[in-house]
Each structure stands twice: as structure tokens, then as C-alpha cells.
């Protein structure tokens, strides 16, 4: 392991089973990991991870590094409570501040609702952290707006190009008035 890898890389002896329970309070989430690859042997940025349900997640199905990032305080503490691992981590860190990170990620994968952030600033402070052969998952809340009539390609940055998108109609979203999707970004080609 060199000094400037944050995490080792570690594989489990055995089965790693961290509790999940929460996972039905984060629907989206669900609906999120029916649309990934395999993250096993994959480095893992969770944004909004708020109780940390999708990052057990990934180390449970093995992950070998996953960083869940909030800038919600009590988020992350109640996160931290839940679960550990050697695998697994979390960090109290805003939107604005992504660059911080430095790292590069094979998957990033986060939770946005577009009346609160702005998707676009985030994918271009993210684009640094991903490699050519890295994917970027957004779940997406929006309200009363038909996909159809957002302009999906507008809501990254120049330097994502989107490789599919889904519309998620699962009956355990809160609410039917929302739209949901997901969006499966990679880096443009130069």
C-alpha cells in the first residue's frame, strides 16, 4: 500500500453482513442497485449518503473501499453508530467541497432532488475524482417536471457524457406528484 492510498485493499476472509435494516426508509436507493454494475473490488463514493444504507450495501456485496460523504452531521454520526469496517468510512463534507477528496473512485454513486441541489456544480466538482473507466449513478427527485421535459443532457457537467437513464416508478416513493430517474454518466471522450 503506498502512503497516498486512503484505504487498503483488503479482501474479506469471510462474508462481510452489515445491517441493512434502514434500507426501506431510502427507496430510491433499492431502486439505484437494480441499475449498477457489480460493485465488488470497486472503490465506492456515496454522495448524500445519509444513514450510510447504501454504503453497507456496497461492502456487503464487496466493495473494497466506500467513502460515504454528507454534509449532514447527524447523518453521518448516525451512519457511524450503525455500522463499521475496515472498509468503510464516512465523512462530513459539503457539495462545494467535493474536491477536497484528491482520490479517484471507480464508482460514485449519490442521491440528489433538484429543487435543493444543483447537480450540474456537483458533477463538475466530481469529474477529478472519476478515471475513464469510471462511472458516476445519480438518483434523481424532481418535482411535478416529466422527464421528457427536462433537458437531461443539461444537468451535468460538459465533461460527463450520460450513457443511460431510467425513470423509476416504484410504489414505495413517498410521493406519486414527484418524478424520479436515474442517470448513468461516464467522462466525455477527449
Known amino acids: 500500500m503506498t502512503m497516498d492510498e486512503p484505504y487498503p485493499k483488503m479482501r474479506p476472509t469471510h462474508p462481510i ?14 431502486a439505484l442497485t437494480k441499475t449498477l454494475p457489480d460493485v465488488a473490488g470497486k472503490r465506492v463514493l456515496v454522495l448524500h449518503s445519509a444513514d450510510g444504507w447504501f454504503c453497507r450495501y456496497a461492502v456487503n456485496h464487496g466493495a473494497i473501499a466506500v ?4 454534509h449532514a452531521i447527524a447523518q453521518i454520526t448516525a451512519a457511524r453508530a450503525v455500522a463499521s469496517s475496515d472498509r468503510l468510512r464516512y465523512q462530513i463534507l459539503d457539495d462545494s467541497d467535493l474536491a477536497l477528496l484528491g482520490n479517484h473512485y471507480d464508482l460514485i ?4 432532488n433538484l429543487q435543493h441541489d444543483d447537480l450540474r456544480a ?10 475513464s473507466s469510471s462511472h458516476f449513478y445519480a438518483a434523481v427527485t424532481t418535482t411535478n417536471a416529466p422527464v421528457d421535459s427536462l433537458e437531461i443532457n443539461r444537468l451535468f457537467a460538459d465533461e ?7 425513470q423509476v416508478h416504484d410504489p414505495k416513493l ?3 406528484a414527484n418524478t424520479y430517474f436515474i442517470l448513468n ?6
Request: aromatic letters at 10%; proline letters at 6%; hydrophobic letters at 40%.
Open 17 to 30: 453482513a452489515l445491517p441493512v435494516d434502514t434500507g426501506q426508509q431510502y427507496p430510491l436507493w433499492q
Open 67 to 70: 467513502l460515504g460523504v454528507d
Open 109 to 112: 454513486v449519490g442521491e440528489f
Open 122 to 131: 456537483i458533477s463538475s466538482e466530481i469529474t477529478h475524482l472519476l478515471t
Open 160 to 166: 460527463l457524457t450520460i450513457q443511460q437513464w431510467y
Open 174 to 176: 413517498a410521493k406519486p
Open 185 to 190: 454518466s461516464q467522462l466525455a471522450s477527449a
